[in-house]
């Protein structure tokens, strides 16, 4: 099952303009990561947050974290049009191990 | 870093026939590897944690007489698709997390997928 949804569905943006990704989750969680996916690929990973962290930066993306409203933001600056890809956040629930995905946002940033 | 490698990247199968994919850890043991499916345009859904020396665990409403996983080393597992139909036609990936690692994310390696069209 998934942990949680996340909003937009999709996101078209001109090249150049910011994007911004919200994730929400429903249990506890230790971390929450952000992978990207392009079309019919595997999944990378791009960042990860722990649970006593509220903001981090890597080069172009900017998470955030609020553990009380159990949602995260997922910010990529200066959008190019090889960002175009699938955007998903993921956690481990509770005692679990595995990862549980959020609902992904299909991003296009239009050249 | 972890790599975890996928075959086959594409397959296109026969309804009624089975077919195998398998997940390698390259460069590192993972006791524990999972499985997932992916529709188009949706999100990753976890099928079964497959333990290495002990039966897979499969989420609710995953038939574990279809989907046979065997986890037999350290480093491989595989998923057999068995008398597969066209709506099982879908993205299968795998993960595997090393064991006592904690990398960037905290060990999570992801395969780079199985498309599999059932005709």
């Known amino acids: 099952s998934q942990q949680g949804e996340e909003d937009p569905q999709a996101l078209s943006i001109q090249e150049g303009e910011n994007a911004t990704m919200n994730c929400s989750y429903k249990?506890?969680?230790?971390?929450l990561q952000w992978y990207r996916q392009n079309s019919g690929r595997g999944l990378v990973h791009l960042i990860l947050?722990?649970?006593?962290?509220r903001e981090k930066h890597s080069g172009r993306l900017r998470v955030t974290l609020d553990t009380s409203k159990k949602s995260s933001s997922l910010l990529i600056t200066a959008s190019r049009a090889a960002d175009t890809a699938s955007y998903f956040c993921?956690?481990?629930?509770?005692?679990?191990?595995?990862?549980?995905f959020g609902s992904g946002t299909q991003l296009t940033v239009l050249p | 870093g972890a790599v975890v490698s996928q075959h086959p990247s594409r397959v296109i199968c026969k309804s009624g026939t089975s077919v195998k994919i398998e997940c390698r850890s390259l460069?590192?043991?993972?006791?524990?590897m999972f499985w997932y499916r992916q529709f188009p345009k949706q999100s990753l859904m976890l099928m079964a944690t497959s333990n290495e020396g002990s039966k897979a665990t499969y989420e609710q409403g995953v038939e574990k007489d279809k989907f046979l996983i065997n986890h037999a080393s350290l480093t491989l597992s595989t998923l057999t698709v068995t008398s597969a139909h066209p709506e099982d036609s879908s993205f299968y990936i795998c993960?595997?997390?090393?064991?006592?690692?904690?990398?960037?994310?905290?060990?999570?390696?992801f395969g780079s997928g199985t498309r599999l069209t059932v005709v």
């Open positions: 993960s595997a997390r090393e064991v006592g690692r904690s990398g960037a994310n905290y060990g999570y390696t």
């Open positions: 947050i722990r649970s006593n962290e």
């Open positions: 460069d590192f043991q993972a006791t524990t």
């Open positions: 993921a956690t481990v629930p509770g005692s679990a191990r595995q990862l549980t």
């Open positions: 249990t506890s969680i230790n971390n």
